[in-house]
């Protein structure tokens, strides 16, 4: 038998359940079946990097580490080397990378409204979505007190079994440290595991699967018979899809950085739920107010209303009649509700980020991560060897340390920076590509054969340019090695600043690759077109694009609403899709080469080796699909920006997040190998970035609501120039007349003589019989002016909103101020005690031995 589960009873006390070993035939032990493998190595017999290989064992033998190596099953050019870790190599590791143990178990004190709160929960039906915790008992964490590491003090640790006592995510953490410390070669360079992944002499290094993650057996009735099979039934099944995640579980399966990715995913995934619904609300009331909307009826109604050629030669003249399906469409976004929902998602990103440094203090302290950066981050292996002969005392550990020179920082992140520079210009450039695509595309699809596509060429050319540009942000991955390279040139010290500064690389680029051609969409298209007989073109040929007679909202609508299917769709299947095929084939080219034998009676590491490997990048895709990519959190990096123009993508993004969780979740437990259990103590640079995307919001927001809708327009129209002008009411009978006022009229007979003698188009310009023709009438300055004090306004009022909000919602919840306060205090007594017991049981000894002493104390 073997620990399996460890919990504890009503008593307190540590208990293990103990269940008949199934997994010393499946490969999860060297062939004793007593030492349990920690880590693998995989390489090819055929490699000519032997002598490295045979130095780099050599060294990891040296420092205690035991080894052995198998040949694959299905392929005898393929040499599996397993990795052990004993007591006396996990104890000294342990100390020196200050791992925390547990000591002593946790003492809660409750205040009485908190057995009033639990006593009030409990005459609550039971939720539907909390786990079932008598089937998944392991759910319960042991709540104890932890302490770094250390030999000279380990009787104050709770150790019942020194086999157990460090997890397998801790063991498999300790010996990669060990083998990115180990050289390989004579040289300052020569050190470190990855250094023999890049150059090919390894094949890959993983730790293990706990065994499989099916079974023939009902974890209702059998239990679980590991913890990656408890993982896929309660969390990556889809048959748990609505209930909450195990996060204590996936911790300790897969350390405390994935954990908190999941944890942020969840809690984003359960905010949302509000922003959809006012999204939604918004939306139904744009559908149940169409009918009495005043300005769609007077644009469906205006058959009279000959509106000019969107191009010069194939463009024919159109009704404003023919808009009437846009305007319609507009409206559905574009309505008196629009304002209050870009209010409401400033404050509402406001809050889910201030609730969250809330809900992550609590994480941070329930998984001990409260002081974990200042005291246990380590140094890059690659920044040791490389300033390995500049040293430096640290000032807090006294020790010294390679460090790395100003000079020498500055002129590397000179040239980072300006290779991020070019970067951005060559996506800018390929934005401005997209837009001569759009201005040529105009004519070519009003002088199309078919009359679908002549006569929707404006919608036909933004779909179209829409699709062009999913493509290049689909095809312009060289932002990733670019930014890798960018990256390991700075030279980073910790892997935290190496990933906060790889991060904010691939934001940048993403962002602008992303954003672009919605912001000339949002706030060029159309602007600056000039107007009839004057006309601003491109290289004195093309007319610049304009809007659709209904307005530009529409063309932000359908870039927004296209790039989030097309993306979503891709990344699921990036996601899920692919994985899934390569292990599938992996499969198919094992049975035509190995025949008959069975896939369950492979061990466990011939299985990992086969899967797929977790990519370079770690978390970073995962969180910049969150902030940016449409597939989990479009509104806080995508549609927070442009919420205005289309109110139904949070309840887009929060259906996607329920898939999301489950793919990312099955994903991890049985298409990918198990990755090294890393610690983090938040979610890194990606909070300050969201800040500054919520920021951004703002502005964008008010600019689209100002400038890119007709909001401002109607309202001034309604006070100023309709029916109820000077009365204090904008209802929609004081919309009555708004279309004709806005537009104005440009004579034919100037141009050309043919049957109609003037046409209409969008603007606010003087007649051409007034004495200044085409000039700007006051109508548009009021506008202008208008839309400048809404912006201002807007600007001012959220911020305040938001400021108020940061301000009245404390960091930290009470209670866990409360309890940190306390275990400080408890900490402390047990120090006391425990010290005091060492020398009460000094001073016995001295007495039983029969040595006098004085002055001794107590």
Known sequence: VIPHFLDGDRGGRLTCILLPDKNKANGLYFRDGKCRIDYILVYRKSNPQTEKREVFERNIRAEGLQMEKESSLTNSDIIFVKLHAPWEVLGKYAELMNVRMPFRRKIYYLHRRYKFMNRFRGWLPRKPMKLDKETLPDLEENDCYTAPFSQQRIHHFIIHNKDTFFNNATRSRIVHHILQRVKYEEGKNKIGLNRLLSNGSYEAAFPLHEGSYRSKNSIKTHGAENHRHLLYECWASWGVWYKYQPLDLVRRYFGEKIGLYFAWLGWYTGM??????????????????????????????????????????????????DSCVYAKVTHLFDNGATVFFAVFMAVWATVFLEFWKRRRAVIAYDWDLIDWEEEEEEIRPQFEAKYSKKERMNPISGKPEPYQAFADKCSRLIVSASGIFFMICVVIAAVFGIVIYRVVTVSTFAAFKWALIRNNSQVATTGTAVCINFCIIMLLNLYEKVALFLTNLEQPRTESEWENSFTLKMFLFQFVNLNSSTFYIAFFLGRFTGHPGAYLRLINRWRLEECHPSGCLIDLCMQMGIIMVLKQTWNNFMELGYPLIQNWWTRRKLRQEYGTQRKTSFPQWEKDYNLQ??????????????????????????????????????????????????????????????PLASRAKDIGIWYGILEGIGILSVITNAFVIAVTSDFIPRLVYAYKYGPCAGQGEAGQKCMVGYVNASLSVFLVSLLNKILYLSFRYRDYRDPPHSPVPYGYTLQFWHVLAARLAFIIVFEHLVFCIKHLISYLIPDLPKDLRDRMRREKYLIQEMMYEAELERLQKERKERKKNGKSYHNEWP
């Open 613 to 674: 490997p977790m990519n370079a990048y770690g978390l970073f895709d995962e969180y910049l699909e969150m902030s940016m990519t449409l597939t989990l959190f479009f509104s806080l990096g995508f549609t927070t920006i442009f919420v205005a123009a289309f109110p139904l993508a949070p309840l887009l993004a929060l259906l996607n997040n329920i898939i999301e969780i489950r793919l990312d979740a099955y994903k991890f437990v049985t298409q990918w190998r198990r």
């Open 272 to 321: 949302l739920f509000p922003a959809a619904f006012i999204g939604l609300f918004v939306f139904l009331y744009g559908v149940t107010t169409l009918n009495h909307c005043q300005v769609s009826k007077e644009v469906c109604q205006a058959t009279d209303i000959i509106m000019c050629p969107i191009c010069d030669k194939y463009c024919p003249f159109m009704r404003l009649s």
